[in-house]
C-alpha cells in the first residue's frame, strides 16, 4: 500500500531512480537478503515450478524473532538466485508488491524523528553514489511531499523528548553537518575538528543540563570561526608510520573481498607502497611522495566527494544519536571509514598515477558495498584501537592527521 508522507531527504534523492540492469553492480550480490514474514507467506504460495524450487531450495527459515527477517535468500556463488542480467525475477514476474521488505528498501534508508520520515540511501548503489558524492555545492535538504509504500524498513526512530540529551538533536545534528562542510579547512581537519567536539560532548553527555550541552555548541561554533583554531589544528603532530602499519594490516587481512572492484582497489593500495618490503622509512617516504603527487592535487580540487560522504553519513546514521552506540564508538566508526576510504583513493591514485571524480566515487561505491556492512571489517579496527594503551580520542586524530 502507498501513502503520501510528508519527508526531510538530501536534494540527491530527488533524482533518484534505479537504473536496472544499466547498474554496475546490483542491489544483492554478496549480502544476505532478509524476507520478512509476509513476504515469505507469499513465497510459499508461488505456483511457478521454476520460482517455486528456488523458493524451496535457497529460501532458509531464520532463528529469530524479528517479522522483518524470518527467512533468508541463501546466495550461489555470492549473487542472489533470482538475479537474472541484473534483473530480479520476483519483481519481472510478480511486481513490486512481491519483493521483501530490505528488497523494496534498499538502496534507501528511513529513519523517524519525532513523527517526521527521514530519507537517505545507502553509497553502496552505484547511482546514488553517483548523485550524492559528485555534486559539488554544499549538501542540501527538502522537505516534500512522497508516495511511498508503507512496508519500507525504518531503521530508527528517535523521540527528541525522550531525555535531556535527545533534546539537543537538532543543535548537535546541525552544528556537525556545518562543521563537515566548511570548506575553509581541509575535509580531515574538519573530522578532527569534529572530534574535539565529541570528545567535550561525551564529558557532559550524561548531565542531565540541557543548557550545558547547548552551550558546548555555541562554545565550538565560536572556536570554528576562530584563526587559533586553524593554527591549533595545523600543530598536531602528524603520524604516519601509525596510520600506515595499520592499513597495512588491514589491507593484507582482507583477502576474501567477494567485490571484484574492490579486490584490484586493495591490490593495487598494497602495491602502491610496496608494503612487503621491511624499510619502513622507505614506505613512509614513498606514501609521502606519492600522495603529494597524485592525491593531494586530486582532492584539494575534488574535496567535496569526502565532504558529502561523511555528511551523508552523519544524515542516515542520526550520528551520535544512534541506538546502541555512545558518542566515542560513533565517532569511532565514522574515523575508521573515512581514513580507509580515504586510504584506498591514495593507493590507487598513486598506483595508477591518476585520480578523477568518477574512479573515487567508484571506490567509495563498492569499499560501501563490500566493506561498509561488514560488521567484521568494522569491529575489527574498532577493537584495534580500542585496545591501545592511549587515550582513544588522541589516537583517533593520530589517524586522521595528515
Ligand atoms: S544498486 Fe542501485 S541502481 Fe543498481 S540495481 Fe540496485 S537500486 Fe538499482
Not at 581537519?189 to 553527555?205: Q, V
Not at 580500542?386 to 595528515?402: A, E, G, H, P, R
Request: include cysteine.
Amino acid at each position: 500500500m502507498k501513502k503520501s508522507i510528508v519527508t526531510l531527504k538530501p536534494q540527491y534523492m530527488n533524482e533518484f531512480q534505479c537504473i536496472g540492469n544499466a547498474c554496475s553492480d546490483t542491489c544483492c550480490s554478496g549480502w544476505k537478503v532478509n524476507i520478512d514474514k509476509q513476504t515469505y507467506k507469499k513465497y510459499k504460495k508461488i505456483k511457478d515450478r521454476e520460482v517455486a524450487t528456488k523458493v524451496a531450495n535457497y529460501i532458509k527459515k531464520e532463528n529469530t524473532l524479528s517479522t522483518d527477517n524470518v527467512a533468508s535468500i541463501q546466495t550461489n556463488e555470492g549473487a542472489c538466485v533470482f538475479l537474472h542480467d541484473g534483473l530480479c525475477e520476483i519483481q519481472l514476474k510478480y511486481g513490486e508488491e512481491y519483493l521483501s521488505k530490505t528488497c523494496l528498501t534498499y538502496p534507501r534508508v528511513f529513519n523517524v524523528v519525532d513523527q517526521q520520515v527521514e530519507l537517505s540511501a545507502n553509497m553502496s548503489c552505484p547511482e546514488t553514489a553517483r548523485l550524492a558524492l559528485l555534486n559539488q555545492e554544499l549538501m542540501q535538504f527538502d522537505v516534500a511531499e512522497e508516495i511511498l509504500d508503507v512496508r519500507h524498513i525504518i531503521k530508527q526512530k528517535i523521540e527528541t523528548k525522550q531525555s535531556v540529551w535527545n533534546s539537543c538533536f537538532w543543535e548537535i545534528r546541525t552544528f556537525t553537518i556545518e562543521i563537515l562542510q566548511n570548506r575553509s579547512y581541509s575535509v580531515s581537519d574538519r573530522l578532527i575538528f569534529l572530534g574535539l567536539f565529541c570528545r567535550k560532548l561525551a564529558s557532559i553527555s550524561s548531565s542531565e543540563n540541557r543548557s550545558q550541552i547547548v552551550n558546548v555548541v555555541t562554545e565550538f561554533r565560536m572556536r570554528l570561526d576562530s584563526s587559533d583554531t586553524v593554527k591549533e589544528i595545523s600543530k598536531l603532530p602528524q603520524a604516519y608510520h601509525v596510520q600506515l602499519s595499520i592499513f597495512k594490516e588491514i589491507l593484507q587481512t582482507q583477502t576474501n573481498i567477494h567485490h571484484n572492484r574492490l579486490r584490484n582497489y586493495n591490490n593495487e593500495a598494497l602495491q602502491a607502497f610496496d608494503f612487503e618490503s621491511s624499510d619502513k622509512d622507505a614506505i613512509q617516504s614513498k606514501y609521502i611522495k606519492g600522495c603529494n603527487e597524485y592525491y593531494v592535487p586530486f582532492i584539494n580540487e575534488h574535496s567535496y566527494i569526502l565532504e558529502n560522504y561523511l555528511v551523508n553519513q552523519v544524515f542516515h546514521r542520526l550520528f551520535l544519536f544512534n541506538e546502541g552506540s555512545n558518542i566515542l564508538e560513533e565517532y569511532l566508526r565514522l574515523t575508521i571509514l573515512f581514513s580507509t576510504v580515504r586510504f584506498y583513493l591514495q593507493g590507487v591514485a598513486v598506483f595508477e598515477k591518476k585520480m578523477t571524480p568518477e574512479k573515487a566515487v567508484d571506490i567509495i561505491q563498492s569499499f560501501s558495498k563490500s566493506i561498509e556492512h561488514s560488521s567484521s571489517y568494522l569491529s575489527l579496527l574498532s577493537s584495534k584501537i580500542m585496545n591501545t594503551n592511549v587515550d582513544k580520542w588522541t589516537f583517533l586524530i593520530t589517524l586522521l592527521k595528515q
